[in-house]
């Protein structure tokens, strides 16, 4: 081969690199409170008549991955009760922030538009929840989206994970268990320096292999159990309080999973939950009712296998658009309540707020599709005894709670929707695994143009620091 040619093909290979790459367009900015300048976290970012978005970060930040062939179309800066920001994708400027200016409805003018509509907000929420078959999917589809696994004390990063999953749902009219599927695709990131040390998930883990045997954590020591078996407690752990099938088919998917028997947004609702109308806000000029949660009656039982998971009572809010009923976005924590459920809070965790969650969701073909997940939990590694335990030789007054107490924060963006049956039929067919915790291959190339959450600055701090600790500690 000649040198001349050989500066051909480089030169024509270094030609289709560049316009692979330059094959997407980045869009950057901060989006920002009109009136007074403060970010705004969660807003929605997005292609119209797309599937492609993102949301901002606690700093208001965003990126957003956007193929050439949409440039001509219209990116869309949303948040409730906001008036929405829109520009074509070839004249966005990221030399100026976004700002969005207030927009809030009038509850009385929205309420006399016709006496058949419901006007309270418990009557909104059962409306909300009977034309769920109408506006949740009815068919078969596939959503692609971005993960981050966070896993922390107070004061730094002790996990993290960063993945690419794929969600299969049949339908909402169908049982999850049998037909909600996920798999972890890729994983990006994966640094674990957690201390492992609790005794009270080994012995819980004990009592799952050994369905009969009855013992407490007072009947070990930690010197004598080996750490390879702590660790596999603690894995099992980590599946059955933050595994992705768990987070999906269980109670805390309320909307998708609502018409379970035991489903906190189930036939007993109200028996749970108060509903109260807040407000009428606006996003994207459709009005959306603002309801906020309460406790009723009852206490709120997640039945968590093998963990100790009743006597909560919920709060927050649930936002749901004022002309389909369809369920915009759910807010909810639930507290410690019942005296049981407080103490064991209180002990464990140092909280009495166990379980924080909010659910968005996004219209596409006039269905609405997940959209964004947050889901936050405290969680059992760090806790060899309990504290004030007077059996114990330990000085609690010297443990640092900072240090001590974990909890967990799981985010997911979902990114693409696919409703074709022949891709979905194809991907269905292949090996489905839904273990976020086992090692995967890292595939550069994959990641160089999928969208994925953007980090605030006090998260890229503490990742950078968990990078530098795990690189000396693989060391």
Same mark, same amino acid.
């Given at each position: 081969?000649?040198?001349?040619?050989?500066? =051909?093909?480089?030169?024509?290979?270094?030609?289709?690199?560049?316009?692979?790459?330059?094959?997407?367009?980045?869009?950057?900015?901060?989006?920002?409170?009109?009136?007074?300048?403060?970010?705004?976290?969660?807003?929605?970012?997005?292609?119209?008549?797309?599937?492609?978005?993102?949301?901002?970060?606690?700093? !208001?930040?965003?990126?957003?991955?956007?193929?050439?062939?949409?440039?001509?179309?219209?990116?869309?800066? &949303?948040?409730?009760?906001?008036?929405?920001?829109?520009?074509?994708?070839?004249?966005?400027?990221?030399?100026?922030?976004?700002?969005?200016?207030?927009?809030?409805?009038?509850?009385?003018?929205?309420?006399?538009?016709?006496?058949?509509?419901?006007?309270?907000?418990?009557?909104?929420?059962?409306?909300?929840? $009977?034309?769920?078959?109408? /506006?949740?999917? #009815?068919? +078969?589809?596939?959503?692609?989206?971005?993960?981050?696994?966070?896993?922390? /004390?107070?004061?730094?990063?002790?996990?993290?994970?960063?993945?690419?999953?794929?969600?299969?749902? +049949?339908?909402?009219?169908?049982?999850?268990?049998?037909?909600?599927?996920?798999?972890? #695709?890729?994983?990006?990131?994966?640094?674990?320096?957690?201390?492992?040390?609790?005794?009270?998930?080994?012995?819980? =883990?004990?009592?799952?292999?050994?369905?009969?045997?009855?013992? +407490?954590? *007072?009947?070990?020591?930690?010197?004598?159990?080996?750490?390879?078996?702590?660790?596999?407690?603690?894995?099992?752990?980590? *599946?059955?309080?933050?595994? @992705?099938?768990? @987070?999906?088919?269980?109670?805390? *998917?309320?909307?998708?999973?609502? !018409? &379970?028997?035991?489903?906190?947004?189930?036939?007993?609702?109200?028996?749970?939950?108060?509903? $109260? @109308?807040?407000?009428?806000?606006?996003?994207?000029?459709?009005?959306?009712?603002?309801?906020?949660?309460?406790?009723?009656?009852?206490?709120? *039982?997640?039945?968590?296998?093998?963990?100790?998971?009743?006597?909560?009572?919920?709060?927050?809010?649930?936002?749901?658009?004022?002309?389909?009923?369809?369920?915009?976005?759910?807010?909810? $924590?639930?507290?410690?309540?019942?005296?049981?459920?407080?103490?064991?809070?209180?002990?464990?965790?140092?909280?009495?707020?166990?379980?924080?969650?909010? @659910?968005?969701?996004?219209?596409?073909? #006039?269905?609405?599709?997940?959209?964004?997940?947050?889901?936050?939990?405290?969680?059992?590694?760090?806790?060899?005894?309990?504290?004030?335990?007077?059996?114990?030789?330990?000085?609690? +007054?010297?443990? /640092?709670?900072?240090?001590?107490?974990?909890?967990?924060?799981? $985010?997911?963006?979902?990114?693409?929707?696919?409703?074709?049956?022949?891709?979905?039929?194809?991907?269905? &067919?292949?090996?489905?695994?839904?273990?976020?915790?086992?090692?995967?291959?890292?595939?550069?190339?994959?990641?160089?143009?999928?969208?994925?959450?953007?980090?605030?600055?006090?998260?890229?701090?503490?990742?950078? #620091?968990?990078?530098?600790?795990?690189?000396?500690?693989?060391?």
């Amino acid at each position: 081969m000649t040198n001349r040619l050989k500066t =051909y093909i480089l030169s024509v290979f270094l030609i289709v690199i560049g316009t692979c790459a330059s094959a997407q367009t980045e869009l950057t900015n901060t989006v920002l409170e009109g009136s007074t300048f403060q970010p705004i976290e969660s807003a929605s970012v997005y292609i119209k008549n797309t599937t492609i978005g993102t949301v901002t970060n606690a700093d !208001g930040k965003f990126l957003l991955t956007v193929p050439n062939k949409y440039k001509k179309d219209t990116l869309i800066v &949303s948040s409730i009760g906001f008036k929405s920001y829109k520009i074509p994708v070839d004249e966005f400027d990221a030399a100026f922030e976004i700002y969005l200016d207030e927009d809030v409805a009038s509850l009385d003018e929205v309420l006399l538009v016709a006496e058949t509509r419901p006007k309270t907000g418990k009557d909104i929420v059962m409306r909300a929840i $009977e034309e769920l078959p109408e /506006n949740l999917p #009815d068919s +078969s589809y596939l959503q692609k989206g971005f993960m981050r696994h966070k896993e922390r /004390n107070k004061k730094e990063f002790k996990w993290l994970i960063e993945s690419a999953i794929t969600l299969y749902d +049949s339908s909402y009219m169908t049982n999850t268990a049998e037909n909600l599927k996920i798999n972890v #695709d890729q994983v990006r990131k994966s640094y674990d320096l957690r201390d492992v040390d609790s005794l009270l998930a080994y012995t819980s =883990y004990l009592k799952f292999k050994n369905k009969n045997i009855r013992f +407490s954590k *007072n009947n070990l020591k930690r010197d004598t159990i080996q750490k390879r078996s702590l660790v596999k407690a603690i894995k099992w752990n980590d *599946n059955r309080t933050n595994g @992705l099938e768990t @987070l999906f088919q269980g109670k805390l *998917n309320m909307v998708r999973n609502s !018409g &379970s028997s035991r489903a906190l947004f189930g036939e007993d609702i109200m028996s749970k939950h108060q509903f $109260e @109308l807040d407000t009428i806000l606006v996003e994207n000029d459709r009005k959306i009712y603002k309801i906020k949660i309460s406790e009723s009656f009852e206490y709120v *039982n997640l039945e968590t296998p093998g963990i100790f998971n009743d006597g909560y009572h919920p709060k927050g809010w649930i936002y749901i658009y004022w002309d389909t009923y369809a369920i915009k976005k759910i807010e909810y $924590e639930l507290v410690a309540a019942s005296k049981a459920q407080r103490s064991r809070s209180k002990t464990l965790y140092d909280t009495d707020i166990t379980h924080k969650l909010v @659910l968005t969701y996004k219209e596409y073909q #006039d269905k609405m599709y997940l959209n964004y997940v947050y889901y936050e939990t405290p969680k059992l590694v760090n806790v060899g005894v309990a504290i004030d335990d007077p059996k114990t030789e330990i000085d609690e +007054s010297a443990i /640092n709670k900072d240090e001590r107490y974990y909890y967990t924060v799981q $985010e997911i963006l979902f990114t693409e929707i696919i409703t074709d049956d022949t891709q979905v039929k194809t991907v269905l &067919s292949q090996p489905w695994d839904a273990d976020l915790f086992s090692p995967k291959p890292y595939d550069k190339e994959f990641w160089k143009n999928y969208n994925t959450l953007l980090e605030s600055k006090e998260e890229e701090k503490l990742i950078q #620091d968990l990078t530098k600790r795990y690189a000396l500690f693989k060391e």
